[in-house]
């Protein structure tokens, strides 16, 4: 499941330009035209999501985070510090981000050796919170930040939703509230604070450092995993599995409504 959120107000509207399909004049295609070459450094082709560069924008920053569980059987994956890096290039090198405020943390080497977990760079529950802490100090409006996630997420159950079923009130095959949350890399231990068996970061916490941000400033959340709809509560998501079949990625840029779907206002989500 691959989930991309934006949240804006007011900040880099120039990002969802769409091109009009209607009949243009020649001066207007040459107007378009020129007014897009200034604003990016066109490659293959021009578009908000394949071939151009955008300027360094210094009052950006990103967190990208890559979770491959190397030391977990069974939660092992293969490709998820490989796509974090590719992010970081990414924005770095395409999307203005400067290499000075873009922070990586992954738990496994390019050459497939696991980092260790003393490492400052090492995704553990502490250093997701302590960065995310850091992207989301002194922020003005105006500022773009982006975090980025690719590993593994959950649902973790309340536990007082247990203690209930002693009450003797039957509630038929209602499924008790559960909150989406993103694996840590050190996931496998107690989180003893919040009273979980697993070290997450949960919905309810990431949306404490959204809800810091001033308006005006610029919030981009791509989470590459399952269990993550509620990361950043908006109106409206970006689902790719709903891309129609028609839609070519590589192609000129094209109004798509049909991936625009619900999505969530509160942190926490029903377990279904």
Known sequence: VWLFAHASCGAFE???????????????????????????????CRGITHGYARP??????????????????????????ADARAWANALC????????????????????SPVDESSSSFPSQRALQEHLAWLTRAVEPGDFLAFVFCGRGTLAFDPSEEEDEEDGEDEGDALPAAEE?????DFDSTDWLRGL?????????ASKYWA???NGASLTVVVDCEHSVSMLPVLRRLDSARLPASVKLDGPAVPVLEAMVFGVTESKSEAA
């Open 56 to 81: 360094k924008v210094e009052r950006s920053r990103a967190l990208v985070v890559g979770c491959n569980y190397p030391r977990k059987r069974g939660m092992r994956l293969w490709g998820a510090c």
């Open 197 to 205: 068996s697993m070290r997450l970061l949960t919905a309810s916490h």
């Open 181 to 185: 949350g993103l694996l840590c890399g």
């Open 212 to 214: 810091s941000l001033p």
């Open 93 to 112: 090198n395409r999307l203005g981000v400067p290499e000075e405020n873009l922070a990586l943390l992954v738990d496994e080497e390019e050459d497939a």
């Open 14 to 44: 120039v990002d969802t330009m769409q091109r009009s399909t209607a009949p243009r004049s020649k001066n207007a295609e040459e107007f378009e035209d020129g007014w897009l070459d200034g604003r990016f450094e066109s490659s293959a």
